[in-house]
């Protein structure tokens, strides 16, 4: 009896520790620190990485110093999501560290004039049509579903112009004389001797769909009035033109761009049509494969491409302002900006060019004939023509934007600062444990934070994101108002598992 109350007691303790083994091993596993920053002191001009694909981040921050805070979200840009901010007294509770790797920022410049690798245009037998012959074309007009025939009107139009690689043709519902025939002349002559030859170097040959030898060019007014007369634009080239098999009225199975007959000065002409003709240029090549008709590129790095190609800066100067003024609010990646609510969104746009010319500063001009000639499209086809992962592409130029790098190149600031623009405004937060601050920020876009300590005594930043929304947290001493040099400020930061906010 005593034997087996012996072996009960016993059997109790076994289940006790194995018990208390797993509540240990449950509590280690929900506290646990993975890749943590330490650096052996604050250097300026250096970011260091506060997170490892967590919502989560703490980071102890020395007094008598400014910091800025960059964080990133690699969300949905359809969704916007939230990350709140604290500064508290330092805690005692111990951290573990492990090193991370510290991200800094390579120089060098890229002009959106540079010069690209040669390739010859091949033309077929060219197909004579004398002035004022008339042909239909057919143009989406309305907020209505693309697929739908109903919202596409039908634009007769009568050759006005013809040279050696381009024919014009205007709109025969604008009065006569609405358009000089000196300026379409001076369009012509503009693609000709420039636009076209140019392009076709930078992106690859224009494809002659209809085999006609020549790219058409419409006049028309109804680009003043798109979306039933809420839009206006300047010019336009779809995808679904270039398809043999796509019938009107959804394409128009011609190598061509539809033109605003309210045609802007001759500098603004020549960067919309560099960006027009770039689109045809890269639509052309992607139809090129010889593995047949390729995938469409997605919108955000078609457009950006096309943004290369301007030899000014009218198309572009707005948009980077709309961008820089609130990073926040315009994602990177949107794959269709039609579908998604943000066709011709100024900040998308400038957000688009900012990152693929600083692709193109890092990896030479050759990337953008890559991306043009690829069989991928979007994120895969960057990742594939760069050889590194989106997401440190992403945080890297984020980096390089808020540290001012992106926008030190003196094309940029020339353009900038006769806009009145001094740079980006990051948003100031003076924590004094008292209370949060909070931000919203969409997928693939980024916000800047400039933390101030309000009181003396170093602080504890800590940083909760949206659970789910790919975070990235990164933090620089600014060198204002900052200690020596020769001073040695450690820097500790752990990141924990998500938990829940108090």
């Known amino acids: 009896m005593r034997r087996n109350r012996r072996r009960t007691e016993m059997t109790l303790l076994a289940m006790l520790l194995v018990a208390s083994g797993v509540l240990a091993l449950r509590t280690a596993r929900s506290e646990r620190v993975a890749d943590v920053v330490l650096s052996p002191s604050w250097q300026a001009h250096t970011w260091y990485q506060l997170d490892d694909r967590d919502s989560v981040a703490h980071c102890e921050l020395p007094a008598g110093a400014r910091y800025r805070l960059v964080m990133g979200c690699l969300g949905d840009a359809a969704e916007e999501c939230t990350v709140r901010l604290r500064l508290t007294p330092i805690s005692d509770q111990p951290t573990l560290n492990h090193p991370v790797e510290i991200h800094t920022q390579a120089s060098g410049v890229v002009s959106n004039t540079q010069s690209w690798p040669e390739n010859s245009a091949t033309l077929s037998e060219k197909s004579e049509q004398p002035l004022g012959t008339t042909r239909d074309f057919f143009l989406h007009v309305t907020d209505g579903d693309l697929d739908d025939p109903k919202q596409y009107a039908r634009i007769t139009a009568r050759i006005v112009a013809c040279g050696h690689r381009v024919r014009v043709f205007l709109d025969q519902q604008l009065p006569g004389g609405e358009v000089p025939q000196s300026r379409i002349e001076e369009l012509v002559r503009t693609l000709e001797s420039d636009v076209v030859p140019r392009i076709e170097s930078q992106f690859g040959p224009l494809r002659d769909v209809d085999q006609d030898g020549r790219f058409a060019v419409v006049l028309t007014p109804w680009l003043s009035r798109l979306q039933g007369g809420r839009t206006s ?5 779809r995808s679904s033109d270039f398809q043999i098999d796509v ?15 309210a045609l802007p000065s001759v500098a603004a002409l020549l960067d919309l049509l560099s960006h027009e003709v770039a689109h045809a240029a890269c639509i052309s090549q992607r139809e090129l494969s010889r593995d047949g008709r390729l995938s469409e590129e997605e919108d955000w790095l078609s457009e950006a491409l096309a943004h290369l190609a301007e030899p000014g800066w009218s198309n572009l100067d707005h948009r980077l302002v709309a961008f820089l003024e609130e990073p926040s ?19 998308c746009r400038g957000a688009t060019f900012l990152f693929t010319r600083w692709c193109v500063e890092r990896h030479g001009p050759n990337l953008v004939r890559q991306l043009v000639e690829s069989r991928t ?18 945080r ?21 600062d006769r806009l009145g623009f001094r740079g980006l405004r990051p948003t100031m937060f003076h924590g004094d444990g008292t209370h949060e601050q909070t931000l919203q920020v969409r997928g693939t876009a980024f916000t800047v934070v400039e933390l101030r300590l309000a009181s003396p005594g170093s602080r504890t930043l800590r940083i909760v994101g949206d659970s789910g929304a790919r975070w990235q947290f990164s933090i620089c001493r600014i060198p204002d108002e900052s200690p020596s ?14 938990q829940p906010s108090h």
């Open 233 to 237: 634009i300047g010019g336009m080239v």
């Open 247 to 261: 019938p009107p009225p959804l394409g128009n199975r011609g190598d061509m761009l539809f033109l605003n007959s």
């Open 329 to 347: 609010r315009y994602p990177l990646v949107v794959p269709d900006y039609y579908r998604a609510g943000l066709w011709r969104n100024p900040g």
């Open 377 to 394: 499209s979007g994120i895969r086809n960057l990742e594939r023509a760069t050889g590194q992962r989106f997401e440190d592409l992403f």
């Open 396 to 416: 890297e130029w984020s980096l390089s934007v808020a540290s001012g790098d992106e926008l030190a190149a003196p094309d940029l600031r020339t353009v900038l």
């Open 485 to 498: 040099d020769s001073d040695e400020v450690p820097l500790l930061a752990n990141r924990r598992e998500s």
